[in-house]
């Protein structure tokens, strides 16, 4: 989960988490909840009990999420614009090309920060140890989702049977002016955040 505030001082959640009464209470003193963000069609599950909590929050997701949860009021589906209400702050790119899933990639202006769900993962060696097999930290490396090579996991990047959407959603995150880059999987990137991007966006290709 990552929160932006706006600066009128409302709240911009993107991909909550399952939430409880702690959880609510520091949400609250941060400002008013007027925004709950999905990326993509799996980072959704804890939208319902956000919504019951906040009805006011305007639900926003792709069309791949809209599908999942007919029932709730989402707004129009994100697409490759981001919606007038969030700008300047909010910036986005639509990845789209796989016929399993899309993303919406977020880019928050005043602190330079590219925003991602499970398009680039990175996960540390350190993360890998305590929570990984033995066996299964050289199919990591393999899969190109470590910080050594990070990536979109191999089977998602195969997925891509028309990447040409997807290469232009990336040239729009290139040009951003990004510094860090933090992620629902991997060790986020605090410094160098452009850098790190055009390497994990490498198996795009031109």
């Known amino acids: 989960m990552a929160i932006a505030r706006f600066g009128n001082g409302d709240l911009w959640v993107w991909s909550p988490v399952k939430l409880d009464e702690a959880l609510k209470a520091k949400v609250d003193a941060l400002g008013h909840v007027a925004h709950l963000v999905s990326p993509n069609k799996i980072h959704h599950l804890n939208l319902p009990e956000w919504h019951a909590a906040y009805p006011d929050a305007a639900l926003w997701g792709p069309a791949s ?14 697409e490759d614009a981001p919606p007038e209400v969030w700008q300047p702050e909010i910036d986005q790119a639509w990845f789209r090309g796989s016929f399993a899933m899309d993303e919406v990639v977020f880019f928050h202006q005043p602190s330079q920060t590219v925003i991602l769900a499970d398009l680039i993962e990175a996960f540390s060696d350190d993360f890998l140890k305590e929570h990984w097999s033995w066996w299964q930290r050289p199919l990591a490396a393999l899969d190109g989702i470590t910080v050594h090579n990070p990536g979109a996991p191999r089977e998602w990047r ?7 959407p997807a290469r232009a959603a990336r040239d729009k995150v290139l040009g951003w002016p990004v510094e860090r880059v933090i992620m629902a999987h991997g060790e986020w990137q605090r410094a160098n955040g452009h850098a790190f991007l055009k390497r994990a966006f490498a198996w795009l290709g031109d």
């Open 65 to 78: 999420t809209l599908k999942r949860f007919p029932a709730l009021p989402f707004q129009a589906a994100l």
């Open 158 to 164: 195969l997925s891509f049977t028309d990447r040409m």
